[in-house]
């Protein structure tokens, strides 16, 4: 069983920068594909970034490209988003989610999901 904890959400005024990191419960973290989605109420959860066990390999959603930047660190067994150049579209909840897929930026193939952190950007 993997638990998922997310942290570092907030307000912040558009232009601004946040960290999100999520930190795992597991000892086998190294051999996981982490993930971050996004979500807005009423909306589908729509995928930001992952990065694969191997740490080098990562991808991530148009609208975040440039901006956003994900990493891991396994000795911590901990998550990382920094957030750049936030937007007022960038508001949401945030999860962190972990799986065996390679890359995926598909929500089904993610097992575990951590319970979101809020991110609020003000205009």
């Known amino acids: 069983q993997v638990q998922l904890v997310e942290s570092g959400g907030g307000l912040v005024q558009a232009g601004g920068s946040l960290k999100l990191s999520c930190a795992a419960s597991?000892?086998?973290?190294?051999?996981?594909?982490l993930a971050w989605f996004r979500q807005v109420p009423g909306k589908d959860r729509d995928f930001v970034s992952v990065i694969n066990w191997d740490g080098v390999t990562t991808y991530y959603a148009d609208s975040v490209k440039g901006r956003f930047a994900i990493s891991r660190d396994n000795t911590k067994a901990t998550l990382y988003l920094q957030m750049n150049n936030l937007k007022p579209e960038d508001t949401a909840q945030y999860y962190c989610?972990?799986?065996?897929?390679?890359?995926?930026?598909?929500?089904?193939?993610?097992?575990?999901w951590g319970q979101g952190t809020q991110v609020t950007v003000s205009s």
């Open positions: 597991v000892r086998t973290f190294n051999s996981y594909t």
């Open positions: 989610a972990a799986g065996a897929g390679w890359g995926s930026p598909i929500r089904r193939d993610y097992e575990y």
